[in-house]
């Protein structure tokens, strides 16, 4: 399957286990030697404009992804297992 991620930036993710709206996808996790995509990245919500809550992603394997549609990304699979910690970014 060829998707590129222009096709796939800013679509919104549902999860079909329970139909939980996740977010929209950011970025992709892409296998160098392939170029096949491994995972999509979707920020969990903040609280604040983005300025302060939640410092995690949910990094959501390829194999999860049951279907994808014009404007959403339909996903299976149990969200705990999905939800990663961003790394931390030094600003000074």
Do not use: H, Y
């Not at 979707?42 to 983005?50: A, M």
């Amino acid at each position: 399957m060829g998707n590129r991620f222009s096709t796939l930036k800013c679509k919104e993710v549902v999860n079909v286990c329970d139909g939980a709206r996740l977010g929209f996808v950011s970025d992709v996790e892409v296998d160098v030697c392939s170029g096949c995509i491994l995972a999509i990245i979707v920020p969990c919500k903040c609280k604040c404009f983005g300025l302060i809550g939640s410092r995690e992603d949910f990094v959501i394997p390829w194999r999860c992804i049951k279907r994808i549609g014009d404007d959403i990304i339909l996903v299976e699979g149990d969200l705990n297992s999905f939800c990663l910690p961003r790394p931390k970014r030094d600003f000074f």
